[in-house]
């Protein structure tokens, strides 16, 4: 690589930093103003993970409003991340991949699809026959692909949404 490749990575990756961060600065904006609408206290954490803006509402007071803002199954959550998305997109004219996690949600989420995607993969090692998951989100079925390759393994996605699923496969 000659010097000005290397100059040219390194902007292009901290052009993308940049604009990751303003991603997570607008939608914090507009999840703030959704929390005061809905009269909840919260704190907004934001990141840059896995070449993505990620934010994330704590809830600074302890209270159970917050899980309001998650729903059964994480719909609420769902929804409201793409709604944040909408509101990215509104503010720079590119589609965001941003990621939204309410009181630890996603985190613990993706800790249990990462335990199911690797005894998974150690089923389909004893046994040699593929293994079906049931349903999922794309989130979700992401996580599981990431743990199942993690083991050494392959799998893909089989169906359409919102019955869309994970097939875990002998190497």
């Known amino acids: 690589m000659t010097e000005g490749t290397t100059t040219t990575s390194a902007a292009a990756e901290g052009d993308t930093l940049s604009h990751l961060e303003q991603e997570g600065e ?85 800790e249990e699809l990462a335990t199911l995607g690797a005894k998974a993969a150690d089923r389909v090692r004893s046994s040699g026959e593929p293994v079906k998951l049931d349903p999922m989100t794309p989130f979700e079925r992401k996580v599981v692909h990431d743990a199942v390759a993690a083991a050494g393994l392959r799998s893909e996605s089989e169906g359409e949404e919102p019955q869309r699923f994970v097939v875990v496969l002998p190497a």
């Not at 159970?64 to 199954?73: M, N, P, T, Y």
């Not at 793409?82 to 941003?98: C, N």
């Open 26 to 110: 607008i939608a914090a904006d507009y999840l703030e103003g959704l929390l005061d609408i809905a009269d909840l206290d919260g704190d907004i954490d934001m990141d840059v993970e896995a070449d993505r803006a990620a934010v994330s509402i704590i809830s600074d007071t302890g209270s159970h409003d917050i899980q309001k803002l998650v729903g059964r199954e994480g719909e609420v959550l769902e929804a409201l991340q793409e709604l944040t998305r909408l509101a990215v997109h509104r503010e720079t004219g590119d589609r965001s991949r941003l990621m939204l996690d309410i009181a630890g949600f996603r985190a613990k989420k993706r």
